[in-house]
């Protein structure tokens, strides 16, 4: 598997990302929901650093994987040099379809 060189996030990802942001301000205030950004930021990291980082998802689509971060699950594959990020989930949400992460 090649490794990743950087970090590309859907529109999809992108999107979570911020509804996780914004509910993690309302529930527990700015200074904790930006520590968990860059707890999530850190371990999008590792997606750079290990080429097989996360579980595989043949389920979801031919490469996909997935890693845990705190309350969530980070979908993504890696295509060419690039660790694309499909989805953000919470982990107690139903387990994704292919339509929900593509």
């Given at each position: 598997m090649t490794r990743a060189q950087?970090?590309?996030l859907s529109l999809r990802a992108e999107r979570d990302l911020a509804g996780i942001f914004r509910l993690s301000i309302e529930r527990w205030g700015e200074?904790?929901?930006r520590k968990y950004a860059?707890?999530?930021d850190r371990r999008l990291a590792v997606l750079t650093k290990v080429s097989s980082a996360g579980?595989?998802?043949p389920e979801l689509g031919e490469g996909v994987r997935s890693i845990p971060i705190g309350a969530h699950i980070i979908f993504f594959k890696i295509v060419n040099d690039e660790a694309l990020v499909l989805s953000v989930r919470h982990a107690k949400r139903r387990t994704p379809t292919?339509?929900?992460i593509d």
């Open positions: 950087r970090i590309v200074h904790q929901a860059e707890q999530i579980r595989a998802r292919p339509e929900d």
